[in-house]
């Protein structure tokens, strides 16, 4: 009874659902801060159970919200979309919805492509927030529940940046939009590993040069 109180109606697959009371709510994103502390912590073993524990609630409990853990990993990087889009939104002004790409708007005129950059790359010194990406890519390598939910959100991902491509350079072909953004998304990913200081070190000048090249794919 008293996981049915917190949810009224759950969306498909574990997803956000708009009938989950304000208590719902709030347990829901609770249950999302317990599942992204075990997995920077735990990786691959960050279990439901683990997270259940880490949360301090039953597992059933936890299933009424999210029923397997691909469910799971998927809210959790949809609130950090969200979250990115959000900082976008307060720092450029560039605002649009997570699973509607194309209605992008700016206010106070287009967006200022190297604005949107600076955005991006400064998400990348939060060293939990770079942790817990690493940490679904491996489980996304072992996991083909999540690699399918991994792809969706790289898919969403990409084509948020290939509407703002668009937006800018409404001359370029729709095939040549999308290669730009599927390029800015590797280019600034990958970086994510070097800058981190997981797979290198980072300096003043790569970073100047990373932010050069990534602009010019977005504005060329």
């Known amino acids: 009874m008293e996981e049915r109180q917190g949810m009224e109606e759950q969306g498909p697959g574990g997803g956000k659902a708009s009938g989950l009371t304000r208590q719902g709510s709030v347990r829901r994103a609770s249950l999302l801060d317990a599942a992204e502390a075990v997995l920077v912590a735990k990786g691959a073993d960050a279990s439901l159970r683990a997270i259940a524990g880490e949360a301090g609630v039953r597992v059933g409990h936890l299933?009424?919200?999210?029923?397997?853990?691909?469910?799971?990993?998927?809210?959790?990087?949809?609130?950090?979309?969200?979250?990115?889009?959000?900082r976008l939104a307060?720092?450029?002004?560039?605002?649009?919805?997570?699973?509607?790409?194309?209605?992008?708007?700016s206010s106070g005129g287009p967006a200022n492509p190297g604005e949107?950059?600076?955005?991006?790359?400064?998400?990348?010194?939060d060293p939990q927030l770079v942790r817990l990406y690493v940490e679904v890519w491996a489980l996304a390598a072992r996991d083909e529940d999540i690699a399918v939910v991994v792809r969706e959100f790289y898919r969403k991902y990409v084509a948020h940046v290939e509407a703002f491509v668009r937006q800018g350079r409404p001359d370029w072909p729709d095939a040549f939009c999308r290669a730009r953004a599927e390029t800015f998304v590797a280019l600034v990913e990958g970086a994510a590993l070097l800058r981190s200081g997981i797979a290198g070190s980072r300096s003043d000048?790569?970073?100047?040069?990373?932010?050069?090249?990534?602009?010019?794919?977005?504005?060329?």
């Open 116 to 125: 949107v950059v600076a955005v991006l790359l400064a998400e990348q010194e």
């Open 205 to 220: 000048a790569m970073d100047a040069q990373l932010a050069w090249c990534a602009v010019q794919l977005l504005r060329d």
């Open 63 to 86: 299933q009424h919200y999210f029923p397997a853990r691909a469910d799971l990993i998927k809210a959790v990087l949809e609130r950090a979309l969200d979250r990115s889009l959000e």
């Open 90 to 105: 307060q720092t450029t002004g560039l605002r649009t919805v997570r699973d509607d790409p194309s209605a992008i708007e």
